[in-house]
């Protein structure tokens, strides 16, 4: 596929899009800090907020006395779920929270906000508050080790009424033919004829990988402040501002019965939230506490409160039959899955068996089987980088199948990848082509099998490979308008500030379909416009670019209308001496719209570019352009791996130290063809971080349980060890273009696939011979060596 839907999206000339090192819009706020979140406003007179959290892993609140709390100095107000104003809020908005009550007397995780809300003075004061809170608990059974939560046997965690909430958007689909027992629910997708493709196969190999649970650990603790004022401009009745619900302030006024028009976000800023989009309970309460007090009120959590899982753990046993030539005729995948806690997402459970490496083969005969299991650990609020997560099972089993036959397994990946329209096309996929010829030249790439090759210091030498798509998850529509204001092109935006810096990639498609530089554009941040470039992920830049590239075009064809109207009838001196009008003959006089172009930020005759005027002179007028709508819908989107365009492949070397068991990345190695680059700054990151979540969930990140207790362990940056800026091994990186995506100018995205669970892992096997599950730290690797 490629950009023919859309204007000009077969340019072949670039002088802005593509363009290396152009500063973000608000890359000074963030790094001078001025840039605010939502833990950073402080406004007069403001209360604090805190919740009672559980410091058990499973528990119910009886009955609470809070006649202690309320009687300290500077406590203003005790909420607990028994109270109307709680009961009224009913359910979390959009879909990404449990669809019980707000707020009531269960707590399924420890350090869970359960049944009581202290807002005082000061955050010293709410603490001494919770302190004396008289609470009676029920300590309810809970599960941590979701092997052992998976026997039917094991006490049921969840209260049977929380089943009875219709399932959200993002939740397991049950099978309705294995219906939940005990702790367990059932997922089974079968493609195909199973046991017809093991009876095909000339051997089969099976084997056993756990996918790791990490945190998500949003850099920017989730908090909210919040208050009412009487709004001149908006009639009746109070309106809300609330900073720190980014993204969400729409939905949060919604909960309070607030339109958009009266719900007021100044601030933009919302972090590192990547892909998850789900709001704490400290964004979302404070409207209703300061209601009731009649005080902005200020509720933040703490970064301990922040390790919600960006993916949920699970164990996975593949059975895989294959040719003796390595061409894999069947596929049996069984999953015991974390489904979390009420409330989870199922992206991190059953969603991968819409979607995952094994429709991008040629076999036909494919079988999913997952059990999905309650649990006490955690949450996970909607997707993850490292999704789809089960995609690194497809990596294991073309290195297993290339280490049993002794062959590479690019070559083994090259036999089994289906071409570009189908499973049964036979045909190669050229993005996939061109990035391993180009990886194979990146990396120096000379397969050997495990425990082959030693390196001058003494060290065992790994290596690995895998593929995976270059998607565009984004299927949003836009709402773009652009303004010629007094000259200068202005593009309007919501924001937010995301860190993908979607909106500058917008700017710099805008400049290069006017002939400005992206220096010219105006990026205007307000919350009451309605154009934001998000939608998908970072991928929702090239759609929203897409969108905004038409938008560009209908500006150009009003300005150069508008330049040939003025010539004709010069409009009449302004009062103020005009802001540019033409001195001397107008050289677009006698001349039609569709004989003028847009270059150098001027108005020039096609004919004769020499001839021309600057924007500001060629036109007077105020122009609007707007336009809604989206590209057509990707491959990705179609397909979910069944049809191919865009593909990246990426590789990674290790050295093992056999008597330490250190394991050191030597390098990471990214060959990516997103379509087309649009900001090579963002796609540089973009890979860079990726690698950073790789290498951190591969040899560093665990969560560690009491099973005892059920309590939460790793909940802070010593014990949950992440890499720093002295870990981070070198990244190679090369983007190849070939257009074949159908967003803006042939893009299609490059999101979080390339973030992967085990091709660090792969690499240790390679090196040692032995398998280490993630995190393979050196205690692991010794253990696996027998040699602790």
């Known amino acids: 596929m490629a950009d023919i839907a859309g204007v000009n999206g077969q340019r072949e000339h670039f002088r802005v899009v593509g363009k290396p090192n152009l500063p973000g819009k608000l890359s000074y706020a963030l790094a001078t800090g001025i840039g605010k979140f939502g833990a950073d406003f402080v406004v007069p007179n403001m209360l604090h907020a805190k919740f009672l959290r559980s410091p058990y892993a499973n528990a119910r609140v009886l009955s609470v006395d809070t006649t202690k709390a309320r009687a ?194 100044e601030g933009l800023f919302q972090g590192g939230k990547y892909c998850d989009w789900g709001m704490r309970k400290s964004q979302e309460i404070t409207p209703l506490l300061a209601k009731r007090t009649g005080r902005p009120v200020k509720c933040v959590n703490t970064r301990e409160q922040t390790y919600d899982f960006l993916m949920n753990e699970r164990y996975m046993h593949l059975k895989v039959g294959i040719k003796n030539n390595g061409l894999i005729t069947a596929i049996d995948d069984f999953s015991i899955a974390d489904g979390g806690v009420q409330g989870s997402s199922s992206f991190g459970t059953a969603n991968d068996q819409g979607y995952g490496p094994y429709y991008t083969l040629k076999c036909l005969n494919i079988r999913q089987s997952m059990d999905i299991v309650d649990s006490n650990r955690g949450k996970m609020y909607l997707s993850g980088q490292h999704c789809p997560f089960n995609w690194d099972a497809g990596t294991m089993a073309i290195y297993l199948i290339a280490e049993k036959l002794g062959k590479d397994p690019i070559d083994i990946a090259k036999l089994n990848l289906h071409g570009p329209t189908s499973q049964t096309d036979m045909n190669p996929v050229p993005s996939f082509e061109a990035c391993l010829d180009e990886g194979k030249k990146l990396m120096n790439w000379n397969w050997h099998p495990s425990k082959a090759k030693k390196l001058p210091d003494g060290r065992m030498h790994g290596m690995s ?148 005027l600057p924007i ?125 995506g159908n967003a803006a100018y042939g893009a299609s995205g490059i999101s979080h696939s390339l973030a992967n669970t085990h091709m660090v892992i792969i690499a240790i096997h390679n090196a040692i011979g032995v398998w280490v599950d993630p995190p393979a730290t050196p205690d692991k690797v010794l253990k696996a060596l027998g040699k602790a």
């Open 616 to 740: 500001a002179q060629a036109t007077q007028k105020n122009i609007f352009a707007t336009y809604s709508g989206r590209p057509p819908a990707a491959i990705w989107s179609l397909g979910m791996g069944k049809m191919l365009d865009t593909m990246n492949t990426a590789f990674c070397e290790v050295a093992v130290d056999m008597d330490t068991g250190v394991v050191e990345i030597l390098r990471f190695g990214v060959v990516a063809d997103p379509g087309k680059v649009i900001r090579p700054t963002s796609l540089e990151s973009q890979i860079d971080q990726v690698m950073y979540f790789s290498q951190g969930c591969q040899l560093l990140e665990e969560y560690v349980f009491d099973e005892r207790t059920g309590v939460r362990l790793t909940a802070n940056m010593i014990e949950y060890r992440k890499p720093t800026i002295m870990d981070i091994p070198p990244v190679d990186r090369r983007f190849l273009e070939t257009r074949s």
């Open 72 to 265: 300290i100095p500077g406590v203003a107000d005790i909420v607990t779920w028994e109270d109307e104003d709680i009961k009224k809020l009913g359910a979390t908005p959009f879909g990404f929270g449990p669809r019980r009550a707000w707020l009531d007397n269960i707590a399924d995780q420890e350090n869970a906000e359960v049944a009581v809300i202290v807002v005082a003075e000061n955050e010293d004061i709410c603490d001494e508050a919770l302190r004396q809170l008289d609470v009676e608990w029920e300590v309810l059974s809970h599960i941590v080790d979701i092997l052992k939560g998976r026997d039917p046997d094991y006490p049921v965690i969840r209260p049977p009424e929380f089943d009875e909430f219709p399932p959200g958007m993002f939740d397991p689909k049950p099978d309705p033919d294995h219906p939940k027992r005990g702790n367990v629910s059932y997922a089974t997708v079968v493609q195909g004829d199973i046991e017809a493709g093991f009876a095909e196969a000339n051997q089969i190999i099976e084997y056993d990988l756990k996918l790791p649970a990490f945190a998500s650990h949003i850099p920017n603790p989730p908090g909210s402040v919040a208050w009412w004022f009487d709004d001149p401009y908006n009639g009746e009745g109070k309106s809300l501002h609330i900073e720190g619900a980014v993204q969400r302030k729409d939905a949060i006024g919604g909960m309070y019965g607030m339109p958009p028009e009266k719900t007021v976000q």
């Open 465 to 612: 490979f895998r593929y995976q798509i270059c998607p565009r998850h984004a299927f949003s529509g836009y709402d773009c308008k652009l303004e010629l204001r007094r000259g200068i092109v202005h593009m309007p935006t919501q924001g937010p500030c995301t860190g993908i810096f979607a909106v500058e990639c917008n700017a710099m498609v805008v400049a290069e379909e006017l002939g400005l530089q992206y220096e010219d554009i105006s990026i205007d941040f307000d919350y009451k416009e309605t154009f934001t470039p998000v939608g998908g992920g970072s991928d929702g830049t090239t759609a929203s670019s897409w969108a905004m590239k038409e938008c560009a075009n209908i500006l150009k064809q009003k300005i150069l209308e508008a330049a040939i109207e003025e010539a004709e009838n010069p409009p009449p001196p302004s009062m103020f001496g005009g802001f540019g009008a033409p001195q001397g003959p107008n050289p677009f006089k006698g001349l039609k719209p569709e004989d003028l172009d847009l270059a150098d930020g001027k108005v020039v005759v096609k004919a004769d570019p020499a001839k021309g």
